[in-house]
């Protein structure tokens, strides 16, 4: 993503998960727990780490995703 620009991403799961769900997620950026789609626009250039967890009935799995936030281009 770009300081300033709106970011889109969204969170890939395998086995069907039912809900997604993030700790440490920056005030900028909402989570979509059903779709798995992460939207914002970053304030500052940064690097952003999020703990993601996705759940099935059965089982959750967690994980670790970097948001890279690079400065405007002038």
């Known amino acids: 993503g770009v300081a300033g620009a709106q970011f889109a991403f969204q969170i890939a799961a395998s086995?069907?998960?039912?809900?997604?769900s993030c700790s440490n997620l920056p005030a900028w950026l909402a989570l979509d727990g059903a779709t798995g789609w992460l939207t914002g626009t970053p304030p500052q250039s940064g690097v952003f780490v999020l703990n993601v967890t996705a759940q099935n009935p059965y089982r959750s799995s967690a994980s670790q995703l970097t948001i890279n936030?690079?400065?405007?281009?002038p």
């Open 15 to 20: 086995n069907g998960p039912n809900i997604i």
């Open 69 to 73: 936030a690079a400065p405007p281009k």
